[in-house]
């Protein structure tokens, strides 16, 4: 049987810059669920937002867990549901997961990248209302974003400071569970653990486990 630090080095397809240290916080936040028994495993139900571009997923769902991937460009999910589907705009009804996990994905939204045809300047606050609207009472959100200083053209990604991160976070009740913060560090050219006020002036990530109350 695989590790779980192995499951999910086998889900980040991209290993480079700070993408190792997102996964290696989605494993610590998703730890607990590998203690279930295979038979209830099926019973955690769990939403990827944005989930091409990375086996998390398939990887999940090979492990027993009630997974469902959904991104707006095809992807290959394994035994996941696989849903096809701008994610502000597709319906789940009355569905609600257990875990919703949104790696590297919440700064696109509503910008045109990744073939978003539809230009939407708050697409990140209501993706972070919806996903909250989508966890049961009492799960959870796995959520990574960039943050300090920008490397990308505004058009591709949002890159959030001390005040729009919080913003996106109040945006909704939301109880935080964990909030880390990752940043490269020039002096010995590596990634090195940060807090929001040394990582603004940074390349960093701020990565949170968001609880709904």
Known sequence: MMRLKDLMKEAMLNQQYERPYEYDFLTQCLAPLFILPNDLRGKVKILDVGCAESAISKVLASQGFDVTGIDINEWDTGKARFI????????????????????????????????????????????????????????????????????????????????????????????IIRLDFVMYDESVRAWVKGDPFRAQTKDAVAMMMLRRP
Request: charged share 25%.
């Open 84 to 175: 096809k589907a701008n994610f502000l705009e597709h319906d789940f009804g009355s569905e609600q997961f257990d875990v919703v996990i949104a790696i590297s994905t919440i700064e696109h939204i509503g910008l045109p990248a990744y073939g978003q045809k539809k230009l939407d300047r708050l697409g990140d606050l209501k993706a972070m209302r919806k996903i909250y609207e989508l966890t049961k009472i009492g799960g959870v959100a796995i959520i990574t974003v960039p943050y300090g200083r920008p490397h990308h053209p505004p058009e591709f990604e949002r890159v959030y400071g001390y005040d729009t991160l919080w913003k996106l976070i109040d945006i909704v009740d939301w109880e």
